[in-house]
C-alpha cells in the first residue's frame, strides 16, 4: 500500500514541486537533508493549476500578472482581458511533460477564448486537462495488479469589467477534478477529488512617455484558486491558492520595433509545514490543519523560520518580448525559486510570429544550475484573434 500511495502522489502532485512523493514531503517538514540543508517546500493538491500553460508566457520566465493582453490571459490575469486588442480569441497550446525523465505520455493541454461585448464587458473561459500517462500499480511483491489512466482538469469561466480607461477587475469561477486513482486497496478507499474555485484579478494599463519613449506601464494583482479543499477519499489538502503581483513596460521606439520588460511575484497562500519533534508534537511554526480563509490570512506569518522563510517562499519571474514589425516576436526569462522551497531555477527562451489574425508561439525550457525535472521542456501555442479593438485603438 505504501508503494502505491507513493506512486500516485510522485504522478499527481510531485511532478510540479520536483517530484516530491508524500512520503518525502513528511520527511523535508523542516528536517534536514543528507546534503546538510534544511528544506520545507509547500506542497499541495492539484499543482498542475500554477504550471504555465502556453508558450508566450513559458518564454518569459513565467511572467504574466502585467503583459499585454492575448488569449492565454486567463490563466495570469483575466482583467487584463479588457484590454485586449481584438474582440475575441480562441488560443489552443500543448505541452509534452517530463520528458527529460523519459517519460513519454504524460502532456499538458490548454485551450482558452474571450469576447469582449463592449467597452466595458468581457467574458472568457478555458480548459486545462493534465494527462498523467500509463500507471501500473503494484503489490508489495512487485506483482502488477491494476492498470489506471490518472488524469487532471479544470473549467473556468470569468467575468472581467472595465472600471475606467486604465483600470479593470475580473472574477473567475474554476471547477477542479482530479482522479489519480479509485477503488479499495489494502482497506484504504481512494476515489477523484473534486473542488470549486474563484480567482480575483485587478489590472491597471496606462500609455505614457517613459525615458523619453513612447510607453505602456502596466501593474496587476491576481489571487488565484480561493477555494475548497480538494478530497481524495477521507483526506483533505489544500489546492494552490496563489498570490500574483506583477508589473511591466512596453517601450515603442518606433513603428516597427518595441520591447517589453515583465516582473512577477508569487507566494502560494495555503500553510507553511510546520517542525515537529519525534512525538509529533509542533516545535516551531503552526498548526496547518485550519480553515481556507484562515489558511490564507495565516500564510504570511506562519513559517517557522519567522519573517526570513516568508520572504524566501516568494517566486520571482521576469521576462522580455521584442517586436518587430508586428510580425516577430523574440523572448526570453528567468524564473527563480530558494532552493529550500522547491528550488525550481531556470532560462526560458522562445518565438512567435504573426500572421494576419493567427499567432503561432513556441518556448523553450533552458536546463538552470540545478537539476530540474522539467528541463527542455517545450510548448507549442496556436492564437486567433477576431474582430477589430472595441475601443476603436
Not at 543528507?34 to 508558450?55: C, H, M, Q, W, Y
Not at 490548454?110 to 468581457?122: A, E, K, N, P
Request: with cysteine; glycine share 10%.
Amino acid at each position: 500500500m505504501v508503494k502505491l500511495l507513493k506512486q500516485i502522489v510522485f504522478f499527481g502532485t510531485g511532478v510540479f514541486c520536483s517530484l516530491i512523493s508524500v512520503a518525502n514531503a513528511q520527511t523535508i517538514d523542516g528536517g534536514t537533508q543528507p546534503d546538510g540543508k534544511a528544506r520545507n517546500s509547500i506542497t499541495t493538491a492539484v499543482p498542475f493549476l500554477l504550471i504555465s500553460p502556453d508558450s508566450r508566457a513559458g518564454a518569459m520566465g513565467d511572467v504574466g500578472a502585467a503583459t499585454t493582453a492575448d488569449v492565454s490571459s486567463m490563466h495570469w490575469n483575466p482583467a487584463k482581458y479588457a484590454f485586449a486588442k481584438d474582440g475575441s480569441g480562441v488560443g489552443i497550446n500543448y505541452s509534452p511533460w517530463l520528458r527529460s525523465l523519459g517519460v513519454n505520455d504524460i502532456n499538458l493541454a490548454y485551450i482558452s477564448g474571450y469576447h469582449r461585448f463592449d467597452d466595458q464587458q468581457t467574458l472568457a473561459g478555458s480548459l486545462r486537462f493534465f494527462s498523467l500517462g500509463d500507471i501500473t500499480f503494484t503489490d508489495n511483491s512487485g506483482n502488477p495488479f491494476q492498470q489506471i489512466n490518472p488524469s487532471e482538469y479544470a473549467i473556468d469561466a470569468a467575468y472581467i469589467r472595465k472600471l475606467s480607461n486604465l483600470f479593470s477587475i475580473a472574477m473567475a469561477a474554476r471547477y477542479i477534478h482530479s482522479n489519480l486513482g479509485s477503488g479499495n486497496f489494502n482497506g484504504n478507499e481512494i476515489s477523484p477529488g473534486n473542488a470549486f474555485a474563484a480567482d480575483v484579478a485587478v489590472y491597471y494599463n496606462k500609455n505614457t512617455i517613459f525615458l523619453n519613449t513612447d510607453a505602456n506601464l502596466a501593474w496587476g494583482v491576481n489571487i488565484s484558486n480561493i477555494g475548497t479543499k480538494m478530497q481524495y477519499g477521507v483526506h483533505k489538502n489544500f489546492i494552490p491558492t496563489n498570490l500574483k503581483i506583477g508589473g511591466s513596460s512596453t517601450f515603442n521606439f518606433d513603428e516597427k520595433n518595441s520591447l517589453a520588460i515583465a516582473l512577477d511575484f508569487n507566494k502560494l497562500l495555503v500553510p507553511t509545514n510546520p517542525i515537529y519533534d519525534s512525538e509529533g508534537n509542533i516545535v516551531a511554526g503552526k498548526d496547518p490543519d485550519k480553515t481556507v480563509p484562515a489558511a490564507i490570512f495565516g500564510s504570511f506569518t506562519d513559517a517557522p523560520g519567522g519573517f526570513k522563510e516568508e520572504l524566501n517562499e516568494v517566486s520571482i519571474a521576469m521576462g522580455l518580448e521584442y517586436w518587430f514589425n508586428h510580425l516577430i516576436a523574440l523572448r526570453t526569462g528567468y524564473f527563480y525559486e530558494n532552493p529550500q522551497k522547491g528550488d525550481r531555477r531556470y532560462f526560458t527562451l522562445g518565438a512567435g510570429i504573426q500572421y494576419n489574425s493567427i499567432n503561432f508561439d513556441f518556448s523553450y525550457l533552458v536546463p538552470g544550475a540545478t537539476k530540474n525535472p522539467l528541463d527542455k521542456t517545450v510548448r507549442f501555442s496556436v492564437l486567433f484573434n477576431f474582430g477589430k479593438d472595441k475601443t476603436g485603438k
